[in-house]
Nanobody
């Protein structure tokens, strides 16, 4: 089993930046592939970015390409999401997810989820 804990959310103005962190523990096999998802009120959960923690391949939603960067620090067992040029439409609860299946933005690829961290962007 994998435990995930997100941090780093907050409130920023449009054009600002935040860095989310996801501290992971548990089976390395079960958390080889990690991703960030978000869900805004009244909307479906959306995959934002994903990473293969072994080969470091990454995948981004079109809506965040060029603005968001997913990365990892293996020594700290932490995955990051650097979010630049934030816009009001980025406002959502952001969740970290982990799984052994593959790098994907589909939520059914991931077995373990954190509790989320809120990001609010004002115009």
């Amino acid at each position: 089993q994998v435990q995930l804990a997100e941090s780093g959310g907050g409130s920023v103005q449009a054009g600002g930046a935040l860095r989310l962190s996801c501290a992971a523990s548990g089976s390395r096999y079960s958390r080889r592939f990690m991703a960030w998802f978000r869900q805004a009120p009244g909307k479906e959960r959306e995959g934002v970015a994903a990473i293969d923690t072994v080969y470091l391949s990454t995948w981004y939603a079109d809506s965040v390409k060029g603005r968001f960067t997913i990365s990892q620090d293996n020594a700290k067992n932490t995955v990051y999401l650097q979010m630049n040029n934030l816009q009001p439409e980025d406002t959502a609860m952001y969740y970290c997810a982990a799984g052994p299946r593959g790098v994907s933005l589909r939520d059914d690829f991931y077995r373990d989820w954190g509790r989320g961290t809120q990001v609010t962007v004002s115009s």
